[in-house]
Every structure is written in C-alpha cells, then in structure tokens.
Nanobody, 115 residues
Framework: VQLVESGGGLVQPGGSLRLSCAAS????????MTWFRQAPGKERELVAA????????HYADSVKGRFTISRDDAKNTVYLQMNSLSPEDTAVYYC?????????WGQGTQVTVSS
C-alpha cells in the first residue's frame, strides 16, 4: 500500500498550489480520502475530505472557499487545490485513506507560504 503526495513547495502569500496523492495497493474507490496538515508545534488537523460514494466534500472552516478537494478514481488520485494561500497554511500536508476499518497515511509534503 502506498500513498504518495506531491505538489508541495514554497509559494508567496496569495498564491496557489495543487497537491496530489497517488494511491496504490488498495481499492481506492472504496475509501474516503482526506487531507490533513500539521504545522510546527501544532496538532494534526483535518483540512478536507471526500467520500467514496457520491463524492460529498467536507472542509475545515479555515479553508472553506479557498481549497477544493477532488478525486479521480480512474487514476487512483486525490487532489487538493489550494488558492489564496496565507502563511497560516504553512504545514506538512498528509493524505489519508480510510475504509473497511483500515487507515493509510502518506509521508506528507511540505507547503510553505512566505514572501
């Protein structure tokens, strides 16, 4: 099983990034996919989630209207489009897959928002 995040990096305030999480080794379409993030000295927090059936989406209040989660079951990939980034969005972003009583985590990708 693998969850491989990509797309992180350094971006200026107000900028955008698109994170990707490529999954393998399990039935991707059967799993709820979630993005979490963890800033230095803070607990890991849920950013956005998308269900496996119907594609319902949930967002943390802090990112509503700025971030968009999506999934492509044909490509076994979940995305996080992040717009209007601010320094408060600086964190390591993790991909999570949950289903059938099992949870998988990716290794994380660093997002730094700084001028």
């Amino acid at each position: 099983v693998q969850l491989v995040e990509s797309g992180g990096g350094l971006v200026q305030p107000g900028g955008s990034l698109r994170l990707s999480c490529a999954a393998s080794g399990f039935t991707f379409r059967s799993y709820i996919m979630t993005w979490f993030r963890q800033a230095p000295g803070k607990e890991r927090e849920l950013v956005a989630a998308i269900t496996n059936v119907g594609g319902s989406k949930h967002y943390a209040d802090s990112v509503k209207g700025r971030f968009t989660i999506s999934r492509d079951d044909a490509k076994n990939t979940v995305y996080l489009q992040m717009n209007s980034l601010s320094p408060e969005d600086t964190a390591v972003y993790y991909c999570n897959a949950a289903g059938r009583g099992i949870v998988y985590w990716g290794q994380g990708t660093q997002v730094t928002v700084s001028s």
